[in-house]
């Protein structure tokens, strides 16, 4: 089954304590982005990857990082993470050629 | 980049057809007209998408205007399923664009049985 992955689903941390969202899906995807969801605000996306080792910001970059090592996985970094990032967040993917995007379930992470 | 207006929310019984509308007067040539929803606490779905030409799927039908300023989903039968948000994106194919989605507010669409 072609799916996006995610984990994990739920995650509540302090402030300052460094974690890893991880991703992947299993279709052989060039592109992968990841996004946030806030009440009001809708989604918004993160970071982008169009390919192995090429990265780029997307509208609100500020305290993540993301590296794509592999096609298939897209790692979301948060070093430092703040309040200010609890949210709620989606990884998707989808391939050069197509125009469907596949998202994953969500991670709800909260941080104190 | 080209913004997309949407009702904030829209109601329909189930059944009916529903017509979800979309207004977007500053869309260029470029711009293809994509539909996805939320359902309640799950990641974005695709719908459909289209350039200039009507277009149907499996799940919905999509009629863009003439002028290509707006455009409408529509869902022939709703169900009870079918009640979630649902977001019209438009998305540069242009190379440098990457394959990013914007999304707005969206509309909420609500089904009575």
């Known amino acids: 089954e072609a799916q996006v992955t995610q984990n994990p689903r739920y995650l509540i941390t302090v402030t300052g304590k460094k974690l890893t969202v991880t991703c992947s899906q299993n279709?052989?995807?060039?592109?992968m982005s990841w996004y946030r969801q806030d009440p009001g605000l809708g989604l918004r996306q993160i970071y982008y990857s169009m390919n192995v080792e090429v990265t780029d910001k997307g509208d609100v970059p500020e305290g993540y990082k993301v590296s794509r090592k592999e096609k298939r996985n897209f790692p979301l970094i948060l070093e430092s993470p703040s309040p200010n990032q609890t949210s709620l967040y989606f990884c998707?993917?989808?391939?050069?050629?197509?125009?469907?995007?596949?998202f994953g379930p969500g991670t709800r992470l909260t941080v104190t | 980049d080209a913004k997309t207006t949407q009702p904030n929310s829209m109601e329909s019984n189930e059944e009916e057809p529903v017509h979800l509308p979309c207004n977007h007067s500053?869309?260029?040539?470029?711009?293809?007209i994509h539909w996805y929803r939320q359902l309640p606490s799950q990641g974005p779905e695709y719908v459909i998408h289209g350039l200039t030409s009507n277009v149907n799927n499996r799940m919905a039908s999509l009629a863009i205007a003439e002028d290509r300023k707006s455009s409408t989903l529509i869902l022939h039968r709703a169900t009870l399923r079918d009640a979630a948000v649902y977001y019209c994106?438009?998305?540069?194919?242009?190379?440098?664009?990457?394959?990013?989605?914007?999304f707005g507010g969206g509309t909420r669409l609500m089904v009575k049985p």
């Open positions: 998707a993917s989808t391939s050069l050629e197509g125009y469907e995007q596949y």
């Open positions: 500053t869309i260029s040539g470029t711009d293809y």
């Open positions: 279709m052989n995807h060039e592109y």
């Open positions: 994106i438009l998305r540069d194919v242009g190379y440098n664009a990457g394959n990013m989605l914007t």
